[in-house]
């Protein structure tokens, strides 16, 4: 299976990407308006792919989700290429009577079995996992998550 | 230098990512509407990252380009992680007088030196580069780029 883009360069660093029919801005840091810088877009393509392995796991192991939210925070280096050298990642599930066991099995199965985009970046860039849980009822709680 | 995004769960596998003020709705390759897949959004991450350098470098060349177009099609891994295993990835380049030299030295820069999301996967993905130019004038010409 394949996916294409297409960029057109507009002016400066403005670029549209184009995707079949389907239309994101791209742009420098300093001159933003609607448009995205391409490590920003990095952050949300590794945070959603995490994102649905787990929302999907959870659903398949009839857990009733009711807030998911993910966060992504990565760290450039200061030199050239200035990649991520590590990524602070937290997910924050919320839903009555969620099992912790069945969030941190989700969350495994997609760091080390579903997520494409971390697979990619696994010898490269360095993630910091945590998660969130709470059901209304007890106070959240957070955890660490240790990768196997 | 950090960078921060925010996913939120709507329904299925809808996400809304928010980026300080700006927004990109995700989805499943099966319900796009207006919304990207993460592997989408990865393609035009990589691709606009060398885009930016390529007209960067190619401005401080003094290269008058009156035209930039970046096209990327991935194919993906049939089993998980459904990760790119290869990239093609074409720069077209039209302008007057552009020097072969430079445009290829540009390309060089950005996948040897530059590009943040190029180096996070360097190890894991392999990309075919080629690059077309023309100048209006003579018909256009297509090259492969060799890594060096």
Known sequence: MSVSIRLTWNSGLEFDAQVNDRKIRLNSAEQMDSAFTPMELFLVSLAGCT?????YILERQRQRIKHLIITASGKRRDEDPRSYESIDLEYEVAGEDIRRDAVERAIRLSQEKYCSVRA??????KLNITYRMSDGNKPEERFGYKPS
Do not use: F
């Open 51 to 55: 994102a649905m392995d787990v929302q």
């Open 120 to 125: 990619m970046v696994k010898d490269s860039v």
